[in-house]
């Protein structure tokens, strides 16, 4: 009720409003109201939908693979599984999961031929391995944009990047897997990381190491690493890829052999009660010699060692110094243990390298490269990740500091 004791008076004008014009009032406000719930239904909807889309399996297969030489090299073509039993769920493969359970219950899992492989309480290690464990599109994308954005700050900066991608052993020798996942074998993770980045430097080292296990061991039964050989193998690799995205460079070093020797077993599993098993680790015989490395642990003690002798993880973060490098460039390192076979080539290829642990396995320290681009100011920038770390998505707003 106004002041006046009558109708009410409209705003700036002095005057009552009509009598009829109380019952209807609250109609605009009532309207708004609907409007306001229409639109956050809406919202609500299409974001649902968005995050049902980004749940879904990203491809295994994309139609642009980029510069063709490059991808000949760097990505050679490896032969596909017949059918996709987890992406294209029918419910089949998870039954023969869950008829298999008793063999799932120990850290390690048991294939063919005396092999082993780490269970799921490693990063979903055989998930992955069978395709069971795959990623979503938001998980490809995640890191897709994570090394697009590495990319880019490096090359605004004139900094190379390559990012390597250590396959697990059941990518390598899938037939050593345990009989029960025949007809349940899909693609995995690599598989749709490499479909959703034909942009990004990375190289994929499957192929020649399959070629290569025809005739000589490049990961043994016991051991979820690749061995010395199978390291030398991937620099091979690596090599050809370099040299085919940068063909007026002078050609990747790689250093001559003789042969390749067994060695012994290391039997990593041996703690979980799986049994040693042939053959033995195998190392490369090289027609040349290699230069002594200065290396620096992570004490600060530096030691000067054999060029063919690994810097083992454990040392990091390490620096590497070379007198004789085969370039007087420098490199710094993102990598994990499976670095290690991969190390000797980087010495020897690098005036000066530094090594740190990337820790893709927990993200608890995620590396920040801007930071350590501007610290040691490096002309290439390497990430080494052993394949089973691309579960491990980065999470939102976690970023290589570009």
């Not at 090599?239 to 250093?255: F, G, I, K, R």
């Not at 083992?312 to 007087?328: N, V, Y």
């Not at 420098?330 to 642990?357: C, E, H, V």
């Not at 290439?380 to 052993?386: E, F, G, H, N, T």
């Amino acid at each position: 009720m106004s002041g006046t004791g009558g109708a009410d008076i409209v705003h700036g004008s002095g005057l009552p409003s009509p009598r009829w014009w109380r019952r209807y009032k609250d109609i605009p406000l009532i309207v708004l109201a609907i409007l306001s719930l229409i639109a956050a239904v809406i919202g609500w909807v299409t974001q649902y939908r968005l995050d049902e889309a980004a749940a879904q399996p990203a491809p295994v297969a994309s139609s642009d693979s980029g510069d063709p030489a490059v991808a000949a090299a760097c990505r050679p073509p490896i032969a596909k599984p017949a059918t996709e039993p987890w992406i294209d769920a029918d419910g089949a493969g998870e039954a023969t999961w869950n008829a298999n359970a008793d063999q799932l219950q120990d850290p390690v899992v048991l294939g063919r031929d005396g092999w082993a492989f780490y269970n799921d309480q490693v990063e979903q290690n055989f998930s992955q391995a069978i395709g069971r464990r795959y990623l979503t599109v938001a998980e490809v994308g995640a890191w897709h944009d994570y090394f697009a954005a590495l990319q880019s700050g490096l090359a605004e900066q004139g900094i190379e990047l390559s990012i390597q991608i250590s396959p697990s052993a059941s990518s390598v020798y899938p037939q050593q897997l345990p009989e029960w996942t025949d007809g349940v074998l899909g693609s995995t993770p690599i598989d749709q990381f490499l479909a959703a980045s034909p942009d990004l430097p990375i190289v994929d080292f499957r192929s020649a190491l399959r070629t290569a296990s025809e005739s000589d061991t490049v990961y043994t039964p016991v051991n979820s690493h690749w061995t010395d050989w199978g390291g030398y193998v991937a620099w091979q690799a690596y090599a050809e890829c370099h040299d085919a995205t940068h063909p007026s460079s002078e050609a990747l070093w790689v250093p001559a052999v003789s042969g390749v020797e067994s060695t012994r077993i290391y039997n990593e599993y041996a703690p979980y009660g799986v049994p040693d098993s042939g053959p033995e680790w195998t190392v490369p015989t090289f027609d040349e010699p290699f230069a002594d490395v200065a290396v620096t642990d992570s004490e600060g003690v530096t030691t000067t060692v054999d060029g063919e002798d690994p810097v083992d993880l454990s040392k990091l973060p390490a620096e590497t110094s070379t007198e004789g490098a085969k370039t007087d460039q420098t490199a710094l390192i993102l990598r994990d243990s499976m670095g290690n076979a991969l190390s000797p080539y980087w010495g020897q290829t690098f005036a000066k390298t530094w090594q740190i642990q990337h820790r893709y396995d927990d993200w608890s320290n995620p590396p920040n490269f801007r930071a350590l681009v501007d610290q040691y100011h490096p002309d290439v920038v390497i990430v080494q990740l052993a394949e089973r770390h691309l579960a491990n998505a980065p999470a939102v707003g976690i970023t290589p500091g570009y």
